[in-house]
Every structure is written in C-alpha cells, then in structure tokens.
C-alpha cells in the first residue's frame, strides 16, 4: 500500500534559530508530542513538547539546546507497516520522511496512517476471524493459507500477534461459507483455535457431552 499521498507539508519544520518561544507557541497550538528541526533539507533532529516546555529562557535558540534532540525519522519508500513500528518505538504523533538523498520532504500524522491502515481489507472487509496457536518450528503462512483455500474459503489477511521461544499467536482474517469446515481443518493440522465461534461443531460437541456427563452425575 503506498501511503506516500499522506504525506503532510502543512507546517514548516523548526531551524536550529527558531526561539524557545516560538516553539512553545506552536505545540500550545497543535497535537504534536514532537516536531522536526531542518537546516538545508538535512533533519538536524527532533525536539519533543516535554522537553521544551522545562526551557524558560524565550529568547533563545532551540540550536542551544540539541543535547536535547532526539532523531527518529522513515524513508519515503517505507511501507505502512514499518512506518507504525516507528511511530510505536518512538511514541510520536509525527514521523519525520525522508527521500533517497536523505532530504526532509514532510512528516506523516499517526492519525492518517492509522486511518489508512484501517482502511485495508484485513480491517475493513467483511469475514470470519480465528485466532490460532501452534509450535514455532511447525507453523508456516503457506499452510494457514492452503487451509484455507483447500475449503474454498479467501484469505484477507494474517497476523501474528505473539511469539515466545516454542509457539506463535496467529491471526487470520477469511471470507467463506464453510467456516466449521475450516476450523477443523485448522485443528486436524494440530493448530489450537483459542477464538471460540458460533459455528465451531467442535464445541458444541464439547458443550452437548458437557451436558450428558453432568445429567449422569446427577442421576
């Protein structure tokens, strides 16, 4: 998905002589937690609403204070998925782009990469979600898809959600009319469905025994 369109031009980055004053106005004025600094289209750094707002002397330059810069920033070819992982990493509201020559061309909003990424079918679309568990060492993309697929159902998307040493948490989004059949597929394979569902005949099977064992005990 090329999220590049996104990319905002609506504020002039700060230069290394923008005044301490200066800078506190804008982010009384905007939801930005950080904001760039650029000289000759180079990303000096970033400066974060917390730190300058512990700076009293108003006159003065932010170029005075770059111990203070932080310097995170994604290349205009990134994609939507590594650019989220920086905006996690570095709990911004804004992500500085840069193109092949290392130039500042313009910064992403988390809120309009937040809404793109929503927009993409694994969210979007209508379907049938399964959370699923199996052995690190046996799991495989190809052989959740063919799971699917085998049972004429689509795959929307999948995700991993969690990982440890021996066994991976994975999320996948489907289209089908055949979702038991699925589920079980899923089970035959040795995957353990963590997600319960309506039409999960497994467990209805559970549920039905369930309810024989504890009219018996009863007897």
């Known amino acids: 998905m090329d999220i590049t369109p996104y990319i905002l031009k609506d504020f002039k ?3 290394l002589h923008s005044t301490i004053e200066e800078v506190k106005e804008f982010f009384n004025t905007t939801t ?7 000289e000759k289209d180079k990303l000096v750094g970033l400066i974060s609403e917390t730190e300058i707002q512990g700076l009293n002397e108003e006159e003065k330059e932010i170029g005075y204070y770059q111990y203070l810069f932080e310097f995170f920033s ?3 070819e990134a994609n939507i998925l ?4 920086e905006f996690a990493s570095n709990q911004t509201t804004i992500m500085p782009v840069l193109n092949l020559k290392n130039n500042y061309i ?11 990424y929503n ?3 694994f969210f979007n679309s209508n379907g049938a979600v399964l959370l699923l568990e199996k052995e690190l060492r046996d799991y495989s993309i190809s052989e959740v898809s063919q799971i699917i697929e085998s049972n004429n159902g689509k795959v929307l998307g999948v995700f991993v959600s969690e990982t440890s040493a021996t066994s991976v948490k994975i999320m996948v989004k489907f289209d089908s009319q055949n979702i038991n059949e699925i589920i079980q597929s899923f089970r035959r394979y040795e ?3 963590l997600s319960n569902h309506k039409d999960d005949s497994f467990l209805e099977d559970l549920k ?9 005990l009863n007897i």
Do not use: A, C, M, W
């Open 119 to 121: 927009e993409t079918p």
């Open 74 to 76: 994604v290349e205009e």
């Open 106 to 116: 313009g910064y992403y909003d988390v809120i309009d990469v937040l809404h793109t």
């Open 13 to 15: 980055p700060f230069t």
């Open 208 to 216: 039905d025994r369930s309810n024989y064992l504890q009219k018996y």
């Open 82 to 85: 590594d650019v989220l992982k």
């Open 191 to 193: 995957y353990q469905v």
């Open 32 to 38: 930005f937690n950080h904001f760039p600094i650029v």
